[in-house]
């Protein structure tokens, strides 16, 4: 009884790894694989947080232009500081003020003031503490310099947007080309391992020969020599695989100790690659590195109108309203104010002049910058489709030549199992027959990678 319990247990927890194991894994195609770093890759991340800022920045240098609200509020203590005055009969008389016109603040300060004026005598007044409460509201009504500023801040915000883009495009084109890697790898891996196993089969066969001494000792070490290199190939190979799925991990912004499989394989892939793009044109307009030049090209002609901007005026208006909670019977100061502020720059001593001048300078030197990108993004065109074409011809040569080394390795062997050829002339055609699947391998990778660049140039990754 407790046998079949403890068989028990183990099944399920065998059970609960596995599952957990199908859970931990995740499958990938090449679609899924792009989706994936487009969400998670943390270089594209930090480009998303760049429109966050550029976001907020416009919203920074848009506020400007509104109504900007202060308030505040201030006391002053006097320390019950005593003012002595001495109104004499011959002093000074009020002057007649129509009471109509006065707030009842005002007529009860000016009944105090005649009353002090009076001819009484010696008058002694305290200053009492002071204490305001102020709201202030400005706005700016006229400025060159912040309209253009603010055209500024739109184009960043666009530029953001394009440089997002292009780094979505750079990300797509790294993980691609991690995963063609992978495959190309895992390619390898499979014809190692078949080439293994029939070098282990021809070391067995080879070893009988020698038991019944129709081949010599030299014979089976050569191929067990073969077999040792072929082993070490093929375990470095796989090191080389798992080197290349961690770095996918750090591209797809994963965990590493998550685990990826591959839905796709080099053949599916290839099949995908056989459209034709060697007869399309670049367009440079469609391209994200002109792009990105064409808006800072607009962003330094909008600097040299920022700069220009600053020989012209700035206006500002304003309104206050002061609450005089405390107070001495002297404040004659008003409740409310209003005005206008009028900024105009008269001299500079060469200043404005030298800064438009620099935005002028910068200007033409984006603007050839611009069409340098556009030559050398031609050339780029014309080296890319070159790459292409030679590498589908090269394709197409190592295609055929893996097939005449299996027919030239297959016929060695039939011709070595009737003793017609020595093992070092098997071994040579192995060789050859794996250079060739090695070859092969290659060509397809480097015509996927060349593949990839060109839409990489044209925008249609």
């Known amino acids: 009884m407790n046998k079949a319990r403890l068989m028990g247990a183990i099944f399920l927890s065998l059970l609960g790894e596995l599952i957990f194991a199908q859970e931990d894994t995740l499958s990938f195609n090449l679609r899924d694989v792009q989706e994936y770093a487009l969400n998670h890759n943390k270089q594209l991340l930090n480009a998303k947080e760049d429109i966050a800022l550029t976001d907020a920045q416009y919203k920074e240098t848009r506020a400007q232009g509104y109504p900007q609200v202060n308030g505040g509020m201030d006391y002053m203590t006097n320390f019950n500081y005593e003012v002595e005055f001495e109104f004499g009969g011959g002093g000074p008389s009020m002057p007649d003020i129509d009471p109509g016109l006065l707030d009842e603040g005002d007529r009860e300060i000016l009944e105090a003031l005649s009353e002090m004026m009076a ?68 390619e390898s891996l499979e014809i190692l391992e078949r080439n293994l196993s029939n070098l282990k089969n021809t070391l067995k066969h080879t070893q009988n020969m020698y038991n019944t001494g129709l081949v010599e000792k030299s014979d089976v070490d050569q191929i067990r020599m073969n077999v040792s290199q072929l082993q070490n190939t093929l375990e470095s190979t796989k090191r080389s695989v798992q080197l290349s799925y961690n770095m996918l991990k750090i591209q797809l912004g994963m965990d590493r100790n998550r685990v990826i499989r591959l ?26 590195s002109y792009q990105l030049m064409d808006f800072q090209e607009q962003m330094k002609e909008q600097m040299v109108d920022l700069e220009k901007w600053s020989y012209a005026p700035t206006l500002n208006g304003f ?45 033409d030197k984006t603007r050839r910058n611009k069409s340098l990108l556009g030559d050398q993004l031609n050339l780029q065109e014309n080296q890319l489709k070159f790459e292409l074409r030679s590498a589908l011809e090269n394709y197409q040569t190592q295609k055929e030549n893996v097939q005449v080394a299996q027919r030239v390795y297959e016929s060695y062997f039939n011709k070595y199992k009737q003793g017609m050829l020595s093992s070092l002339d098997l071994t040579q055609a192995n060789s050859n027959y794996l250079q060739a699947e090695n070859n092969y391998i290659s060509s397809v990778l480097k015509l996927l990678q060349a593949r990839l660049a060109l839409e990489k140039l044209y925008n249609t990754l």
Not at 157 to 182: F, G, H, P, R, W
């Open 263 to 288: 839905r796709d394989d080099l053949a599916s892939v290839m099949k995908q690659a056989e459209k034709e793009l060697l007869q399309e044109e670049l367009n440079l307009n469609n391209n994200l």
């Open 119 to 186: 001819p009484t005598g010696p008058s002694t007044i305290t200053m009492q503490d002071q204490l305001n409460a102020q709201v202030r509201v400005s706005q700016l009504l006229f400025s060159g310099q912040f309209w253009v500023g603010l055209e500024v801040a739109k184009i960043s915000m666009a530029l953001s947007e394009k440089q997002l883009a292009k780094t979505e495009k750079d990300v797509k084109e790294q993980v691609t080309n991690t995963y063609y890697l992978i495959l190309a790898s895992e």
């Open 319 to 363: 309104y206050s309203y002061t609450e005089k909670i405390m107070t001495t019977d002297f404040d004659l100061s008003p409740r409310n104010a209003a005005g206008l502020t009028l900024s105009v720059p008269i001299y500079s001593g060469g200043l404005r002049k030298a800064k438009v001048d620099i935005a002028k300078i910068e200007l």
